[in-house]
């Protein structure tokens, strides 16, 4: 491994005698002090302090705010430091005043890690705000934390009793902090301090396993040794600053990112402050740490870039001829491929060494010769900065199961039987006689359905006719069996006409873009953060459509913020490389010159010509543009509707990607039918729809979801409260407290100002600007450069904001009159905030009268329940249930799914496209199976005599003791509809539950023969004694006249048989 550079610098002349005093007399009387340090430079100057400390001591590395702390934690790493702490700040929960629960737990495990004395030296990096916070104090014994390892005794009794005791909440299920549930010895507990909920597995009094799992899946993903669980932080009385001990050492860093003197000191045994007055230290000599050169260039073209490498070039030859040793950071190998390429032939760059690592901006150290250099400032290419953990969360795909479970139906819900109809949801009971748990559901005229649990899949949530109430189904009437088949006709018509679009363009020939070249693996390769697998899996299906010779024509839908941009500048990159064309088209002009910038700033190092066109895009640039477009000069043009003007001709057009294409008026889509019926075609939504329409139209649409979220990204909490001037106060106080910046929204345009008045009253420090649609060409796109830019504080718009603005340091959204959007509309201007990291908060105002409006109040109450990331699947749902399907797939079809529910639809249009396409559909175990040795009911099991002659199949209480639970099972059971699918469920459910019992085999066994039969076109299997009976077409299957024999006795091996048989057909 090569040399620590910070050790090379240490041992430095300009260095050396101050680290020695600091190490040998500590700096309780004079600070060490660093001069014009650029913030560059912050972590490396940290990191080679703390690695000249000799003994064991903590080094509090101190930054004014938390993007400094966050670049610090991300680039500590590249200069091989002592092991370091992250230690955020402790943030408050908007709706209720505590600690927001995952920094606290975050925090918590930071403050535990740095609790004792330490054994090495150890470097802290904090914010100065965080050491004015209380922090509760582990050394006095405070708290109370159970550590469990794996084979070791700890009796599972003691460890409930101590759960209850510290009032942890035994539930059926885990999904919070503070949560504990048990099932026979596995025992799930979320503690406070912890990222992921545990699965501790007990054999007796033995731990036998301890597993963290995901709250969406309930699967466990990752298996631990040991574990701490935290169940009472300790009270926290004293500000975190008093941790600080007599032989520690201070970092101080400048304020504002800015150059300033980097001070070294220890805390005088009477201190009254932790943080010096840095007017009163006297400046140190010779250690000043400059910025380079390159800084001072912005993002920008090929040629902008090609005069930065031009200045790096000059720079280098002046350091050469000095002997200064020049190091150059590269990300990843792609990078440094590419700058061999680029400047490989240049002496200038001979003798630069290279070193692996993602450095946003370079540095030169005079007093030590020494200039390390960032290739993506060489690139015109800024670092995206790197999350701060790399943990297993990342590749975890956070997806919503198919549909809501039956878990979600509450008392008074409309419901769907799949034979009756309509009915009103009543509740799960226990019959008196049998003892059975019964589903009810209330029918037209009072008249009560009680279906077995087994049955539950039958039963489905009604989403169909929005705001107005259904009318019930009549049990045994002929009208609900009318309406399936209504409903089944005018399904097979709509797949038909999907299927009709498809097939015309399948039937044209377009131009099949070459595969992926050099440059295309280093462009890729230089992407700052790291894809999710739905991101990877979109881009790979896009790649593929485009290299297959007809047009493509895909749909990209996923959440706000997910990554779906990077699919389509991938895909202009492969057609421009392959010698075509590419047209963005967006439907504001504030996200098209979002997508300008992010465009320009991807492709800075490569010779396309991206250009913009708008209103805001000056006559005469337009007039250059356009005959570039027609030349072929420019490769990609970014613009809105503008870009489908009549003088506009392509002169070899390959692509064409639509962003929010429902955003568009009926006119422009029908110009785009027209204009790119021949071309590659790739469409960006962030609107989902649900994902049961989703899988039902996969077969008749190209489409891929992006449903993981960004590493690093934390859920926005979101508050729904009354207009209030103390809260709007204090909420962008709160945010620009910690540096950050606001948007407010405010719908309208003649009272803007007027807010903005009220806005400045409330925050008077605050710096204020307002946009909205209606102003000067130029005067918005430089208010939002401002805002970009961090001149302003708050910005004030109307909903211009729902759409492109990305800004990671934006992390507070305050929309007026929240209850005028739609659950759709309120879903993307929350998605605004949230993007950097750091947690965002969502505050949604309304007028009190509103709050009595059940539709209002409905919508944004479904936005404050699905703050979890990736939820546009459920929010879509929702919106439905609110506003209908009409929206989703047009007048006539939403008549037949307000009278069959919207999951029947869905499950008859995949049906119908699939029959359609020729392929088998997919569809559930529909078989009936009856055994005389076989009993499907755990209360039946109980009461007969011959029961220990029979084999029980079903989901015994004493293995899934809730209901609900045992409901949902038994519903996932049903829509298994393979063979693997019933192995995947054996697989989860002994993750969960632990070993199956008996019952549970056999009932997965029974579905296995139930798919199978169905498969076969068998409706009935019957087994009597050695008799197995199959039913097809109502005809019994005879073998040599007879009904095939089995040959075993034991009704556990009989089973088997029947199943072997089956499978042998």
Known sequence: MAKP?????????????????????????????LERVSPAAFSFVAAMVAAASDSPRRVWIVADALPIQERLAAEW?????????????????????????????????????????????????????????????????????????????????????????????????????GEWSLRGGILDVFPLQSAWPLRIEFFGDEVESIRAFDIDSQLSFKKLESADLVLDEPEADKPLGNWI??????????????????LVYELPPDREEVLPDIDTVNAGDGTAIFGTP???????????????????????????????????????????????????EDDAWSGVQSRDGDLPLGFSIPGAKLAILSAAEIFGRYSAPRSRKQDDRTDRMRRERAQAPLREIVEGDFVIHASHGLGK??????????????????????????????????????????????????LGDARWRRACQAAEKAVQDYAAQLLEVQAERESNSGYAHPADSGWMWQFESSFPYRETPDQLRAISQTKADMESGRPMDRLICGDVGFGKTEVAIRAAFKCVTGGKQAAILAPTTVLAAQHYRTFRARMSEYPVRIELMSRFTPAKKIKEIVAGIADGSVDIVIGTHRVISKDVSFKNLGLAVIDEEQRFGVRHKEQFKRMFRMVDMLTLSATPIPRTLYVALMGARDMSTIETPPLNRLPVQTAVCPYNEKLIADAIERELARNGQVFFLHNRVQSIMKMKDELQRLVPKARIVVGHGQMDKGELELIMRDFVDGKADV???????????DIPNANTIIIDRADRFGLADLYQLRGRVGRGGHRAYAYLLLPRQALCTSDARKRVSAIKQYTELGSGFKIAMRDLEIRGAGNLLGTQQSGHIAAIGFELYCQLLRQSIERMQGKVPTIRAEATFKADFICLSEASMATRADADKLLGAYLPSSYMESTKVRMESYTQLARACTVDDVDDLDRQWRDRFGPLPCEVSHLLT?????????????????????????????????????????????PHDKLHEALRLLQSM
Request: proline letters at 5%; charged letters at 30%.
């Open 294 to 344: 390159l800084g001072s260039f912005e993002t920008g073209d090929f040629v902008m870039q090609e005069a930065r490498r031009q200045l790096a070039g000059m720079e280098l030859r002046k350091w050469r001829e000095q002997k200064w040793r020049v190091v150059m950071f590269f990300p990843h190998e792609g990078e440094k491929d590419r700058f061999e390429e680029i400047c490989g």
């Open 245 to 262: 001990d007599k032989d520690d050492w201070v970092v101080s860093l400048p304020g504002s990112g800015v150059p300033g003197h980097v």
């Open 425 to 474: 949801f009543v509740g799960i009971v226990r019959d008196d006689k049998s003892g059975e748990e019964e589903i009810h559901i209330k029918y037209a005229d009072g008249v009560l359905l009680r279906i077995p649990l087994q049955q539950s899949h039958l039963v489905s949530k009604y989403v169909g006719l929005g705001a107005k109430t259904p009318e019930l189904s009549k």
């Open 1006 to 1050: 029974v579905h296995k023969i139930r798919i199978l039969a169905t498969r076969r076109n068998i409706s009935n299997v019957e087994i009597s004694g050695q008799k197995l009976m199959l039913t097809r077409n109502n005809d019994y299957i005879l073998d040599n006249k007879r009904f095939p024999r089995l040959q075993k006795i034991r």
């Open 5 to 33: 550079l910070t050790e090379i610098v240490a041992k430095s002349p300009a260095f050396a005698g101050e680290l020695e005093r600091l190490r040998r007399e500590g700096s309780k009387d004079e600070p060490m002090v």
């Open 795 to 805: 910005l004030l718009a109307t909903s211009i904001i729902e759409s492109g603005i």
């Open 77 to 177: 790493n590249l200069w091989q430091g002592p092991q370091a702490v992250f230690v955020p700040e402790q943030e408050i929960h908007i709706n209720n005043g505590i600690s927001d629960p995952d920094l606290a737990a975050e925090r918590l495990e930071a403050l535990r890690a740095i609790s004792g004395p330490p054994k090495e030296t150890q470097a802290v990096i904090v914010t100065a705000a965080a050491l004015q916070q209380p922090a509760p104090s582990f050394a006095a014994g405070g708290g109370f934390t159970l550590t469990l390892r794996v084979e070791s005794e700890c009796p599972l009794d003691d460890v409930c009793t101590a759960l209850l005791d510290h009032d942890f909440e035994r539930v059926d299920q885990v999904t919070g902090r």
